[in-house]
């Protein structure tokens, strides 16, 4: 199976726990996940399977949205519900003043995210050293965040934002910080990632699904094909009579793409047949591989 299942994963587990799950639902031995989601998080992990794995990288997950709580009275070493209070308040902002403070947040803002987070330091994840009792503080960073809104207010002073922005974002350490700007300890009770480029709430599927699909036999209908999330890269169509060149992973001449003009170091889809068969990039007057994928059929491509 070379493509992508977009599980939507439930509270309480890990991301590394749902790849486990699928390697197993899938009998793939190369299965990973696009981008980590927290244990008490929820919502879209694209899970990538066979060839797909190598496609990580030309992935569209620089924007992603989630939904969030923020839970004013309280902050906590890790920014969320599951860490130890570190200081309470009980000025509670009001909306019309969280809402003036989240608009201070969008844009390119530094962020410092808790030391219990899986930014590494030294080769190792920061919360790896912090449970160990090591000394240590999370590296500042710019991270961008195109838009916050205020969704409403829920019960014990929580606020559900909705929060559009780029990779790299910590949303508890958005939480967090805040509740700083609005004078009050805050920190994350609950998140849901709603979309992660391509993937969303909408086109995935649950991990019960995915094992009801696996008893019946037809979990592959709900496989993404490897090329579904990478549409906005430029496509090049490879002559057919390249096709054994093709086939044996070797360069081509730009020949074999006379009516595509690849613009030199743009990674390319690449087509056979109208079968994709993975990324291509132009160097001179080549075009050379960076990632294969061959088609399901070999007979597609016209080999």
Known sequence: ????????????????????????????????????????????????????????????????????VAAFGSSTDTQDASGTVLETGDCYPDPERI???????????????????????????????????????????????ERIDILGEKPDHGVELYVVCGRGTYIRTLCHDLGKRCGCPAHMRSLTRTRSGFFTLENGITLDEARQLAEAGTLREKMIPPDAPIRHLPAVHILPKYAKAVA???KLPLQAVPDDAP????????????????????????????????????GSAGI
């Open 99 to 145: 809402r003036r403070e989240a608009d201070g947040l969008t844009g390119d803002i530094p962020q410092r995210p808790s030391v219990y987070s899986a930014i590494k330091v030294g080769g190792k994840p920061l919360y790896a050293r912090a449970r160990k009792g090591e000394q240590v503080e999370a590296p500042e960073r710019t991270v961008h965040i």
């Open 263 to 298: 613009e030199e170091g743009v990674p390319l889809r690449a087509y056979l047949n109208g079968a994709f068969w993975g990324i291509l990039i132009r160097r001179e007057d080549q075009i050379v591989w960076q990632a294969q994928i061959a088609p399901e059929t070999e």
């Open 248 to 250: 044996a992973g070797a």
């Open 1 to 68: 199976m070379n493509g992508y299942f977009n599980i939507i994963k439930p509270e309480g587990m890990t991301s590394a726990a749902v790849v486990a799950v699928m390697r197993r639902l899938t009998g793939e031995k190369r299965v990973g996940h696009a981008g980590t989601l927290d244990p008490d998080a929820a919502g879209v992990l694209p899970i990538m399977t066979g060839k797909a794995t190598r496609l990580f990288e030309y992935l569209t997950d620089k924007e992603k949205e989630y939904r969030a």
